[in-house]
């Protein structure tokens, strides 16, 4: 079994390895690394707006390296192709050339190279249906309560972006490496749009996530969750679906169940929608699940960063009209520094032997410490620039309802006895 990037992603790239290629801030492309094709030299090349980008060069280095991108010359390109066709007419000066190819640095642009997280896969996947954002799926799985060990339904799985962080919080181990000990974490997605259902599974296998999640082709409205007689044996539930009332009567404790019996189940299904929340709440209630509470995530960022107070700043009197110039502008920023050192008594000495006897005294009153103060901080805040924040314009989650319940774990006669024995009160 190879073992998932997502989880054991080593302290280097390696071929075969998927890594996320790290634009910029909420620039993600996801790129498999792959050896060389010896034949084909330009083939293993990725393209970005920041520049191209060898495979070679991303190979065997440390995630989380930056690397500078590269350009294949022309001339090094051409003769690939010519190698390729297998022409007669070669490059005259192919004796000395020798099989790898060169590649010339540019300073185009950068990249850093990351091993894949959830939330790095969310930022790059491809999107084939509206997804989860990691705000959301974050506060899902904790409030699901999920752990190592648990087992998750999922159903639609869409573009995998729930999945991968499903995936992740279920992780205990893989199969046959003795992670049975511990009870193997698993997520049971249930897809019924079968193209979409297929690029999910294939995701799964290329992340070496196939031992941790199980993508089903099924209408889960019509067949519900149940895979034989043993699994999923669920802990949670995740329903991502336009109607998710219709499936939730396969959720119940009858047998065959897909829940675990032995644990509290709990559910979040997530809807755009107050009418499809109230569907759903009906239904819950009807069914038996308890303590529904519904969410709604307003996720804002908040961009916090030192803003360059310019000499138009009047937080100290005198400097407060616009500078026309670079020139005025200077003037202005001398005059300021030389009014603030001759206020701290550092600058040209111009008082009379009287006045300075009165500073003194007023020195140590507690007004003119105040001043001071004032004034220091707002030079601080000259210097280094002042705190601002701005709220995001772009924000990347949709407005969706988050409702929670809870089904209490299913309870025998037997578990009635073996209670009535052990809180039994002696007369
Ligand atoms: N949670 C996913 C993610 O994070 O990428 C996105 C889910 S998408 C909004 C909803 C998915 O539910 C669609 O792919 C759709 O095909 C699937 N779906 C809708 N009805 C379904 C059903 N009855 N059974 C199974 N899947 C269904």
């Not at 004032?374 to 949709?398: A, F, N, P, Y």
Request: proline share 7%; hydrophobic share 35%.
């Amino acid at each position: 079994r190879k073992p998932s990037p997502f989880f054991t992603p080593g302290p280097t790239t390696y071929p075969g390895s998927l890594a996320m290629l790290s634009l910029k801030r909420d620039l993600q492309m996801p790129v498999v690394l792959q050896t060389p094709n010896p034949t084909d030299p330009t083939a293993s090349v990725i393209h970005t707006r920041f520049g191209s980008f060898p495979h070679t060069t991303l190979l065997n280095i440390p995630w989380g390296s930056q690397v500078i991108a590269s350009q294949q010359s022309k001339r090094d390109a051409a003769r690939g192709k010519k190698r390729k066709r297998g022409t007669a007419d070669a490059a005259p000066d192919d004796a000395d050339d020798n099989d790898s190819p060169v590649f010339e640095t540019a300073s185009s642009g950068f990249v850093h190279v990351l091993p894949p997280t959830p939330e790095l896969w969310t930022a790059g996947l491809q999107h084939r249906t509206q997804v989860v954002y990691t705000p959301d799926y974050s506060f899902v799985l904790q409030r699901l309560r999920v752990r190592p060990g648990d087992v998750v339904i999922e159903a639609g799985a869409g573009s995998g972006s729930f999945t991968h962080a499903a995936a992740r919080a279920v992780f205990s181990g893989y199969p046959g490496e003795g992670a049975e000990k511990r009870r193997l974490g698993q997520v049971f997605s249930f897809e019924y749009h079968e193209p979409r259902c297929e690029s999910v599974r294939a995701e799964i296998a290329e992340h070496g996530l196939e031992g941790v999640v199980e993508v089903n082709y099924r209408d889960v409205y019509e067949e519900g969750f149940t895979l034989g007689p043993e699994a999923p044996r669920a802990d949670a539930v995740f329903l991502d679906l336009p109607a998710p009332w219709l499936a939730l009567r396969h959720l119940s404790r009858t047998e065959p169940s897909p829940l675990n019996p032995a644990t509290t189940t709990r559910i979040c299904t997530f809807s755009p929608c107050i009418e499809q929340v109230q569907r759903t709440v009906t239904t819950l209630r009807e069914l038996g699940w308890t303590s529904i509470v519904m969410y709604e995530l307003q996720h804002r960022r908040l961009d916090v960063r030192r803003e360059l107070v310019s000499v138009a700043y009047d937080g100290l009197r005198g400097v407060n009209s616009n500078a026309a110039s670079v020139d005025e502008a200077l003037t202005r920023l001398r005059h300021l520094e030389e009014k603030t050192m001759e206020f701290h008594g550092k600058g040209k000495d111009t008082d009379t032997p009287a006045k300075k006897e009165k500073k003194g005294k007023d020195a140590v009153g507690r007004d003119k410490q105040e001043a001071i103060r004032r004034r220091e901080r707002e030079l601080q805040v000259w210097k280094e620039g002042r705190l601002v924040h701005r709220t995001e314009q772009d924000i990347k989650t949709h407005t969706s309802y988050l409702t929670f319940a809870v089904l209490p774990r299913a309870w025998s006669k037997e578990d009635e006895e073996r209670c009535r024995k052990k809180w039994a009160v002696k007369t």
